[in-house]
């Protein structure tokens, strides 16, 4: 099995290649930090050949031209995770960064089209494949100061389903994820390197970790071959809602 993961440089993406490597599946590791792929690639040893592909989702001839780079023997991608994604930001809508909103629409949005565009034809070809795309519980809920960011998730969300429809004839599944509060550099990226702030994100209660997102993606790329996870919501136990979290 072969697995390309995009964002595998941290967070979600660096724990779902450590529990893909226990599977023995083959993995493309893509990220913008060669350092922090090859840091990746060192600790996941020889138990699986890797292969690492440094590019920003949000360019899409640097992803054309990278995924087009791949040995033949790379080619064949059986599952695609679409990671690679941040929030910037947490405003009030009119007082919004166009920077920031960029960097949402065209890392989250983009970002997930461009790297499934040079997958997908193959996949068809091979009439299989599996697609997993990381949304958010800000996908389903829209909350306060995060318009953009939601919206980028909610666009994903649609982007499953439209995926789903046009892919399944194909052979392909495709699973949405939308987890809660996990604690990663998520937060110290919207909020532009303040880590107190972003620490107090994660307080008070038993924050979701990579390794929990990861878990569930393997459950929805294992299940039988007749089984398609469409959509899985992970939140933490103290969570109830996007902006409803139990603290002690
Ligand atoms: C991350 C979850 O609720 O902080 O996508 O937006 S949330």
Redo the contacts with the bound molecule.
Sequence with gaps: MTALITGASSGIGWATAEAFARLGYRLILCGRRADKLAELTASLGDQVETYSLTFDVRDSQAVAAAIASLPDAWQAIDILVNNAGN?HGLSAIQDGDLADWDAMIDGNVQGVLYVSKAVMPGMVARQRGHIVNLS???GKQT?AN?AV??AS?AAVEALSTGMRLDLTQHGIKVTNIA????ETD??VVRFKGDTSRASQ?YAGFDPLQAADIADTIVYAVTAPAHVTIADITILAAAQAA??TIYRT
């Design positions: 929030a958010s519980i800000a909350y995060g960011y939601c998730k987890p809660g509060a996990v998520f937060s994100v996007a902006t």
